[in-house]
């Protein structure tokens, strides 16, 4: 079903609580608050079997929301992680895979200095074009 998006921020870190759900850094190594692109490569390229695992197997996710990077974690996740995959582009946050009902999400890091309407509404509403598209190929 097509989700409901016009509740309160508190509704929604409720209903967020219903429903599993993960959270998997590429950088395997606790310290420091930011990273840079290249480093998020170094670390993925060093861990990459653990990551593809962590994430294709024991995770299986029909959502994966990539948090900042600049588009880098999303292109790991769509070329190397799922790059057996087929992704249609429906608007520049959404990446579709409908063989696999996978949905890529290239977002903001939650921490970004990007105003909240930026980084979630315009986000709800690219992955609520995402559903209605779906919902119309299903009738």
Request: charged content about 25%; glycine content about 6%; some cysteine.
């Amino acid at each position: 079903h097509l989700p409901v998006f016009d509740k309160s921020k508190d509704e929604y870190v409720e209903l967020a609580r219903k429903y599993p759900m993960a959270q998997v850094n590429v950088k395997k190594l606790s310290g420091g608050a930011q990273v840079n692109n290249d480093e998020v490569i170094d670390f993925y390229n060093r861990d990459e079997r653990f990551v593809n695992y962590q994430i294709r197997e024991l995770l299986n996710p029909n959502i994966i929301v990539c948090g900042g990077g600049s588009g880098t974690l999303t292109d790991i996740v769509l070329q190397r992680i799922y790059g057996d995959k087929h992704f249609e582009q429906i608007n520049t946050w959404c990446f579709y895979c409908a063989e696999s009902d996978l949905l890529v999400i290239d977002s903001y890091h939650p921490s970004a200095r990007v105003c909240n309407e930026d980084k979630f509404d315009e986000m709800i509403a690219n992955v609520q074009q995402v559903y209605k598209l779906k919902e119309s190929f299903n009738h």
